[in-house]
């Protein structure tokens, strides 16, 4: 089962590249007024049972995939790419 | 207590300054001894444990992420657990905060580019088993290069190191974006030391300024002393 985990940096915390990201936007012509840059990891699972593959990719994204003081993550399951 | 205490220096794959903390450690009289990430233990008599600077496992994911799962780190764990003294250095630090040895977390600097530079840093508390000799104001002049040094704590935990005297050193100016300048802090028990400047590129006046010395020291007192070998 394919799944993917996105991780975002929290509301609260400064996100200097994805500042700098909208300021590109901004002087390519883009009415952009704000970016912000996370990131996304693809993860073959080897499990159809989605309840399983949800539980086991919540612990991934909190033991590794991103750092509860500055992240937050979203879990997407069965994705195909 | 032991005139050389033992130094353990950890080379993870992309670390690139073990070679200048073992030449610094010899040179203020510590017998530094060489482990790989690999290795399931830290040698006998090991006194204190240096994580030096560099790029471990390429900085991937988040510069740290990846080292702290090497198996040397259940050694250092155990050895920081027991009260041995722990030194991380620029990405040590940043393995150490992964790893939950340290508090917070290091991020991308404000201004997104690389430092290289001296800068000034000030001892902010002296509550650590390294700082025997330091002063609080205590000025240190030491490089520093990173691109990911900004340290970052939410309001509550630094109130909490701050009462707790763990916040070690501050920049004396706003160098990456840390929050409240903070360039080192320590763990609660104060055997665990974590900053971004390099005291192992600052102890030979030919090459620059000095400041790193004391660093060091704090970290061949604290071992000195230290219960664990």
Same mark, same amino acid.
């Given at each position: ?26 002087? &390519? ?8 840059? $996370? ?5 073959? &699972?080897?499990?159809?049972?989605? !309840? ?12 590794? #995939?991103?750092?509860? &003081?500055t992240?937050?993550? *979203? ?7 | ?14 670390s ?37 600077g ?9 510069? %740290?992420?990846?080292?702290?799962f ?5 050694? !250092? %764990? ?8 722990? &030194? ?13 040895l #340290? ?8 201004q ?43 309001? =509550?935990?630094?109130a909490?190191?701050?009462?707790? %005297? ?13 929050i409240?300048?903070?360039? %080192?802090? *320590?763990? =609660?028990? $104060?055997?665990?030391?974590? #900053? ?20 060091? =020291? ?12």
């Amino acid at each position: 089962m394919k799944a993917t985990v996105l991780i975002r940096p929290k509301e609260a915390i400064l996100d200097p590249q994805g500042e700098a990201v909208g300021e590109a936007l901004r002087t &390519l012509g883009f009415a952009v007024t704000g970016a912000r840059v $996370g990131r996304l990891v693809d993860v073959d &699972l080897d499990t159809d049972d989605p !309840v399983e593959a949800r539980t086991a990719l919540d612990s991934m994204a909190r033991d590794l #995939l991103a750092n509860p &003081l500055t992240e937050s993550f *979203t879990i997407e399951i069965g994705t195909e790419t | 207590m032991n005139d050389a205490p033992r130094i353990a220096v950890v080379t993870f794959p992309g670390s690139n300054d073990d070679g200048d903390a073992m030449l610094a450690l010899e040179l203020l009289g510590a017998e530094p001894v060489r482990v790989w990430h690999a290795d399931a233990a830290i040698p006998d008599g090991t006194a204190g444990v240096v994580l030096p600077g560099g790029f471990s496992y390429g900085d991937y994911l988040r510069c %740290g992420a990846i080292a702290r799962f090497a198996p040397v780190m259940d050694a !250092v %764990g155990a050895f920081a657990a027991a009260g041995g003294p722990v &030194l991380g250095i620029c990405n040590g630090f940043q393995i150490l905060c992964e790893a939950g040895l #340290l508090p917070g977390v290091l991020r991308q600097n404000r201004q997104e580019q690389f430092i290289c530079a001296d800068v000034t840093i000030t001892v902010e508390s002296t509550s650590s088993a390294f700082a025997g000799t330091w002063e609080v104001g205590q000025e240190l002049v030491i490089p520093i290069k990173h691109g990911e040094g900004n340290w970052y704590g939410d309001a =509550e935990l630094v109130a909490a190191l701050e009462a707790r %005297g763990q916040i070690a050193f501050r920049y004396s100016d706003d160098v990456n974006g840390a929050i409240e300048r903070v360039a %080192g802090v *320590t763990n =609660e028990a $104060g055997n665990v030391l974590g #900053l971004m400047p390099h005291p192992e590129h600052a102890v030979d006046s030919l090459l620059g300024p000095t400041g790193g010395v004391a660093v060091l =020291e704090g970290l061949l007192d604290a071992a000195r002393v230290s219960v664990v070998h």
